[in-house]
């Protein structure tokens, strides 16, 4: 079946997503448009991705289970996870790759953390806009093992992209899947034999997709997702 998606959304837990991400926001305004699926895919946290599940699902809206990582390269990767256990758990991993430095706020912006109701419980200390200091390597063993997959972000983007502070996507990652910035060239040649998603990574409320990019799934199910964006099925 065809569903609908935007799977790169800030909430107001990133230092540069608006304040107007809240957990209710997003799935609101996600669902007023339609969309089948969404990711809330904070810089380097996941601790509004349980608020935002259990928000969405009344609604039979899916929720893929995501972080977007920096790593240690200053690579911008897209993880997602079957569960809200699962990114959990491998946020806690993750945790001891990430940086001690606490947040400039007034360089970088608030890390607010919202409840159900939108009411701010409190603010990530660490800086989040820093990279967390793991190679991509590791990161996507780390994802694997918690049943995750990567994706990487904006791949044709100048900036924290796999192919401008790599210059190509290598063989050995096991990747299948990229992500496309839709207001950027792309050179079709790197990107030979990989499926292509394409997201809004959304900083504003206004910047959420329209339901205009569809994936192929089996079924409508944050699985059927995980295996199409793990290259399973036709392409
Ligand atoms: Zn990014
Ligand atoms: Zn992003």
Redesign the pocket.
Known sequence: MNITYDL?I?SCL?PCGHEDMTPNNIVNMAYIKGLDAIAV?D?NACAHVRVVSELATPLGLIVVPGM?VQTREEV?VLCYFPTVEAIEAFDLALSKWKTTIKNNVKAFGHQTLMNHEDKVIGEVEIALILSVDITINDLIDLVNQYKGVVVP??VNKSANSILMNLGFIPQDLNISTVEIYEKSDLNDRLLKGFRRIMNS?AHYLEMIHEPEYTMTTESKSIQSIIDYLSGKGQL
């Open positions: 790169h800030h990133s895919t810089h977007e911008h972000a904006h990574d």
